[in-house]
């Protein structure tokens, strides 16, 4: 088991930033990766950003030049910096862990993004 504990998120204005973390714990297997989805509204859950073992990334294309995942292998924390928000990013934002070669998923309880226009 994984149990993932998520901070940050909350509201903005449009144009502004906000940092997303979540930090994992438990019996964690190499290979892994760690992620962000976000729910909007009457929409499907959808993928912003993944980190594959630390170093390989990838994005959403509505996010691209303006979110950076990162990743801390040691402390097995992974942040989002989510900059010149727009309204349109306003979701639950979910935190994903893929563990071991099976790659089996573990979310986080969400964290709620308010995005002003």
């Known amino acids: 088991q994984v149990q993932l504990v998520e901070s940050g998120g909350g509201l903005v204005q449009a144009g502004g930033s906000l940092r997303l973390s979540c930090a994992a714990s438990?019996?964690?297997?190499?290979?892994?990766?760690m992620g962000w989805y976000r729910q909007a509204p009457g929409k499907q859950r959808e993928l912003v950003a993944t980190?594959?073992?630390?170093?390989?990334?990838n994005y959403a294309d509505s996010v691209k030049g303006r979110f950076t995942i990162s990743r801390d292998i040691a402390k097995n924390t992974a942040e989002l910096q989510m900059t010149s928000l727009k309204a349109e990013d306003t979701a639950v934002y979910y935190c994903?862990?893929?563990?071991?070669?099976?790659?089996?998923?573990?979310w986080g309880q969400g964290t709620q993004v308010t995005v002003s226009p």
């Open positions: 994903n862990f893929r563990n071991g070669i099976g790659m089996r998923d573990y």
């Open positions: 438990g019996n964690i297997l190499i290979p892994n990766a």
């Open positions: 980190i594959f073992n630390g170093a390989s990334t």
